[in-house]
């Protein structure tokens, strides 16, 4: 754990983790959710390569080449891309805003090449162009300020580096289904109600994709109605690994308080005002993955 690089001094040290913000915000129930599905993304529990495919799509080098580079790595989770990260040999800096640190401190630490906090991503606290590369994917969809956010990143990251993020894609789909109903309406809930009712739900529906799981057809009508995340034939899971993955996901997509969704033409107009030296927009990560070459 390096704290002697924090441009802040001033924070708590709860559970072994320096933390720069207070436990509750709007991302609290991200916390809860990562905290009860600690370990259901790790390629090391799934014997899969899921996360590491995520992460080969969004650095734009070999991974063999990431090692000894100082990567900061915007909202952890549960460390499921953290765990790739240091399998590869880079020095990784990953923080959360939610109590989400908890989880991926249960996963990857003690490791001597990690250094794991809770913080702001619009108040990274780190001196100016400090990491060859900024790795933030799941997270520029819900945070309060895209401008802001994207801003502070550059900012810590070096002249040259790399900055990788995803983003919500938006698609006619969500507006045929019921999927932002559900999520209008699950949000409001206390978050221990939610966790409640997205696992209720789960436990619902899941069994009906499941029988169904090999008819395209039944699997494109349930989605019109359906409020269960379902990734029959995009993984190699079995039953009781898809189900966890759905009560994670469906929980996911339905208790973030902040939630964008963007074309790719509009995308590229966010990110072309930064005036970096190149950056490349594709299909990718949660919808759309953006590559910049600061």
């Given amino acids: 754990m390096d704290l002697k690089n924090f441009s802040n001094k001033e924070y708590e040290l709860r559970e072994d983790i320096p933390r720069f913000v207070p436990s509750e915000s709007f991302a609290s129930s ?41 990567i900061l790595e915007v909202g952890s989770g549960a460390g499921r891309f953290t765990e790739i990260l240091l399998k590869y040999g880079a020095i990784v800096y990953s923080f959360d805003l939610s109590d ?29 162009n400090f990491f060859d590369v900024s790795l933030c994917l799941g997270v520029m969809q819900h945070t309060r300020n895209f401008d802001s956010s994207l801003n502070e990143i550059s900012r810590v990251t070096k002249a040259n580096g790399i900055i990788s993020f ?28 939610q966790l409640k009712v997205t696992n209720f739900l789960t436990s619902i529906f899941f069994p009906i994709h499941w029988i169904f799981r090999k008819y395209s057809l039944v699997q494109y009508l349930l989605r019109r109605i359906s409020p269960i995340s379902f990734y029959y034939g995009m993984f190699d899971l079995n039953k009781d690994q898809h189900y966890e993955l759905s009560k994670l996901d469906t929980h996911d997509k339905n208790t973030d308080y902040y939630k964008r969704m963007v074309t790719a033409k509009k995308l590229n107009k966010m990110v072309s005002k930064f005036k970096f030296k190149k950056f490349t927009i ?3 990560g949660t919808g759309l993955q953006c590559i910049v070459n600061k």
């Fill in 100 to 128: 989400a640190v908890l989880a991926n401190y249960a996963n990857n630490m003690p490791h001597e090449n990690l250094t794991i906090f809770q913080a702001d991503v619009e108040n990274i606290p780190f001196k100016d």
């Fill in 282 to 284: 594709f299909q990718g």
């Fill in 30 to 70: 991200f916390g809860l959710q990562w905290n009860a599905f600690r370990k259901v993304q790790l390629d090391s529990y799934t014997n899969t390569n899921m996360s590491e495919n995520r992460v080969k799509t969004a650095i734009p080098m070999p991974l063999e080449s990431i090692k000894g580079l100082r």
């Fill in 166 to 193: 995803d983003h919500y894609q938006k698609h006619i789909g969500h507006y045929t289904s019921l999927y932002l109903v559900y999520w209008f309406i699950i949000k409001q809930l206390p978050k221990n109600l």
